[in-house]
């Protein structure tokens, strides 16, 4: 039963289909795993076992009955400490919120368990998903399950975690500056930076900012199309959200590689990164190259990048935590007091100019984009910290003068709107978990998702690019 746990959630809900597998024993499968290793990595925050339990049995209910039944039946599911969960724990890592139980679902929960999800429980992150190392005042650190002394990542970190032990088979993440992307890559698994408004979300506070998203994290590109089953759609509270048709991703066949035009960049000329880094890269990318029907080194247009995300991000924690701020600044993490003062800081004419300066290089991106249709470049710009040793002060060789600028490398892309897959391949010189982000055009999300899945199966049959297994009897308390 134990092994059920480990499954791909698609060939698990096929077996769901058929009755080949019992929703119950499937829940029961993760719950041991998460009983077994989360005293050891502290992915899970919180629990909701025994409503999990009922609606388990009530899903296989329904498959005994014959009733048609939706994409997600009987598929646990965890989702990320920043959304509301009725009757659960949201803290948003946050000691302000610590007692905070809400009294309803958010938008995407609630779309999740329509389309048959069970939540089994919230995965942990940085104090309002504000950080690259999973931690905070609640609940304390995530650690990576690959090394236990290296940090999973963040913000999403716990789910990351959390899908590397095998304790879930899907999970929610949000993105602003990669939150979904740095952990899927230290971890070994997949993430999906989604277009914004794909998964609708109805907290959204600056209207038509596309900075942050919510998207699925699994194991496989396969289970990331079935979560945006559950996951996508149009809710009005979401002015980016619209009319969506799900039947690409039910149905995602794997694109011809052999028909690509693949354009690669190490640093997208202006992020500091790691020579390790770079060096593995250069190799992965070797291996690969000879699969599309072009693959040559070239850099986007991206300059000002660095400036116009940090005044950008800035302001949208203003609006998120100008009044937590002003009440609790003593007591919020220094991540979130940073880009508030940094915001506070801003004149009208830092801010004109950051959007301006926004407005060009959207427009440069997707000049960049007419003649191929994938960039690939690496999935973070160092390997895995030391929890204890905190975000790198030194990337690159270049000083780190923001807890931002590590990111540069995903938070560039982050300015552009496209879909972003974040995809293992291999292992680093510290034979961590490597992987590499694949951006697609503009609105391309099922497009990019077969493409990343054909990469995936490709990947497959590479010996040295297969992302490494846990031992899963290492981590047992």
Not at 113 to 133: L, Q, S, W, Y
Not at 251 to 275: F, K, Q
Not at 327 to 356: C, I, K, R
Request: some cysteine.
């Amino acid at each position: 039963m134990s092994d059920l746990c480990g499954q791909p959630a698609t060939q698990l809900r096929r077996a769901i289909a058929t009755g080949d597998v019992s929703p119950v024993e499937l829940l029961e499968s993760c719950i041991a795993r998460i009983e077994e290793l989360n005293p050891t990595v502290n992915a899970i925050v919180a629990t909701c076992f025994e409503r999990a339990r009922s609606e388990a049995s009530a899903a296989e209910r329904a498959v005994r009955s014959g009733e048609n039944i939706p994409p997600l039946h009987g598929l646990p599911v965890a989702i990320k400490d920043l959304v509301a969960t009725e009757g659960m724990p949201t803290t948003y890592g946050s000691p302000l919120y610590a007692d905070n139980v809400p009294n309803r679902d958010a938008g995407l929960v609630k779309r999740l368990r329509d389309a048959g999800a069970i939540v089994v429980g919230k995965t942990n992150t940085p104090e309002f998903g504000a950080g690259t190392n999973t931690s905070n005042r609640v609940y304390g650190a995530t650690r990576n399950p690959h090394a236990l002394e290296r940090t999973c990542g963040g913000s999403s970190g716990g789910a990351a975690a959390a899908l590397a032990c095998d304790m879930v088979p899907l999970a929610h993440g949000s993105d602003t500056g990669g939150s979904l992307r740095n952990p899927a890559t230290w971890c070994g698994v997949v993430g999906f930076r989604p277009t914004p408004g794909l998964v609708p979300h109805e907290a959204r506070n600056v209207n038509y900012s596309h900075f942050a998203v919510q998207g699925p994290m699994a194991r496989t590109v396969p289970d990331i199309a079935l979560m945006l089953m559950g996951l996508a759609g149009n809710d009005p509270n979401d002015p980016l959200s619209g009319p969506v048709s799900t039947s690409a991703f039910e149905n995602l066949a794997d694109a011809d590689l052999s028909n690509l035009r693949v354009a690669t960049s190490e640093d997208l000329g202006l992020a500091p990164v790691d020579d390790e880094i770079r060096d593995v890269f250069r190799a992965r990318i070797g291996s690969v190259s000879g699969a599309f029907a072009a693959c040559e080194q070239r850099n986007p247009e991206l300059a000002g990048a660095r400036e116009i995300f940090w005044a950008l991000r800035s302001v949208t924690f203003l609006a998120n935590h100008g009044e937590r701020y002003r009440e609790h600044g003593q007591n919020l993490a220094p991540n979130v007091v940073a880009n508030v003062e940094a915001a506070l800081a801003m004149t009208p004419q830092d801010m004109a100019e950051a959007e301006h300066g926004w407005a060009r290089l959207y427009r440069a991106f997707q000049d960049f984009f007419k003649d191929i249709d994938l960039l690939i470049v690496p999935g973070n710009a160092t390997s895995a910290f030391r929890v204890e040793d905190g975000i790198p002060k030194v990337v690159g060789g270049r000083k780190m003068e923001n807890y931002m600028d590590a990111s540069i490398l995903r938070s560039a892309l982050t300015l552009t709107g496209h879909p972003i897959v974040a995809l293992p391949m291999g292992i680093d010189a510290l034979g961590m978990p490597f992987g590499v982000q694949i951006v697609g055009p503009r609105r391309g999300d099922a497009f990019l998702l077969s493409a990343a899945a054909a990469l995936e199966k490709y990947i497959a049959t590479l010996p040295d690019l297969v992302p490494p297994r846990l031992n899963l009897e290492d981590l047992k308390s």
